[in-house]
C-alpha cells in the first residue's frame, strides 16, 4: 500500500461525508435540515483488493458492508483485518442454510425477505445468543430478478416477523431500478417505515446517496464513489 493509494482513499471518503453532510442539512424535513451525525456511512467492501480495504480502515472507516457470508469471513475472520472496533453487514442477498454463519458474523443482517429466512434467523439467533440487528428488504419496483418483499405485502411480513418469530425488526433497506428515478422508491420505503414505526432506512448507494438523505435514510451504502473501481 503506497502513500499516494493511502490519501486517495481518504480523501475519497472525506468527500462522500462532506457531501452527506451537506444533503443532510439541506433536507427540507424536519425544518432547518438533519443532523449529519445521524447518518452512517456504509463502506461497501465487496470484493475490494485488501489495499484498499487497509488504506478505508487507516482513513479511519469503521462500518462494512459485505454481499456474501463466505467472502465477509474470508476477509474478517480468516484474513488480516482485524475484527473488533468494526461494525459488518450483511447487505446481499441470504440464503436460509447460510443464517447461522451469518449471525455469528454480522451485527445488522440487512436482507431479510422471506419467511423461510426469517424462521432460519430466529432459530440462529437462540443457537448463537447473538441477535443482529435486523433490516427487511423490501423490493420497492416490484423487479422480478430483485430480492426483496413486494410493498403491498410489507405491513403483513413485518408483522409476522415480530409476531410469530419474535424478531426484532429495526428498519428497512432497498435498491431501485436502476432506470427509474430513486425519489419516489425512497419515499415509499420511508412511508412503509412510519406506518410500522420503523426509524432506521437503509437507503442510497454512489449514484443517489444524498436523494436518499433527503428522503430520510440513516445509513448509505457506498461502493465505487468510496473505492473507485474494483480490482
Given amino acids: 500500500m503506497t502513500q499516494t493509494q493511502t490519501l486517495s482513499i481518504a480523501d475519497s471518503r472525506q468527500a462522500i461525508l462532506e457531501r452527506m453532510a451537506a444533503a443532510a442539512r439541506g433536507a427540507l ?17 465487496k470484493q475490494q483488493p485488501q489495499e484498499k480495504i487497509a488504506a478505508m480502515l487507516d482513513a479511519g472507516q469503521r462500518v462494512f458492508g459485505e454481499n456474501r457470508v463466505q467472502e465477509a469471513q474470508a476477509r474478517w475472520v480468516d ?13 446481499g442477498p441470504l440464503q436460509s442454510n447460510k443464517a447461522r454463519e451469518a449471525v455469528a458474523l454480522f451485527d445488522v443482517i440487512e436482507t431479510l425477505d422471506r419467511e423461510k429466512l426469517a424462521a432460519a434467523l430466529a432459530g440462529a439467533f437462540e ?105
Wanted: proline residues 8%; charged residues 25%; glycine residues 14%.
Fill in 29 to 45: 424535513m424536519p425544518p432547518g435540515g438533519r443532523d449529519p451525525a445521524d447518518i452512517t456511512l456504509v463502506a461497501v467492501s
Fill in 79 to 91: 484474513g488480516p483485518n482485524r475484527r473488533e472496533g468494526l461494525e459488518l453487514r450483511l447487505i
Fill in 127 to 231: 443457537r448463537e445468543g447473538r441477535t443482529p440487528r435486523l433490516y427487511i428488504q423490501i423490493n420497492t419496483g416490484e423487479e422480478p430478478q430483485k430480492a426483496g418483499v413486494a410493498p403491498g405485502e410489507a405491513d403483513a411480513f413485518i408483522a409476522r416477523c415480530r409476531d410469530h418469530y419474535g424478531l426484532a425488526i429495526e428498519g428497512l433497506m432497498c435498491i431501485p431500478p436502476e432506470a427509474e428515478a430513486p425519489g419516489p422508491h425512497f419515499a415509499l420505503l420511508a412511508r412503509i417505515a412510519q406506518r410500522n414505526g420503523l426509524a432506521r432506512l437503509s437507503m442510497g448507494m454512489s449514484a443517489d446517496f444524498e436523494t436518499a438523505i433527503r428522503f430520510g435514510a440513516t445509513s448509505v451504502r457506498v461502493g465505487s464513489a468510496l473505492f473507485g473501481g474494483r480490482g
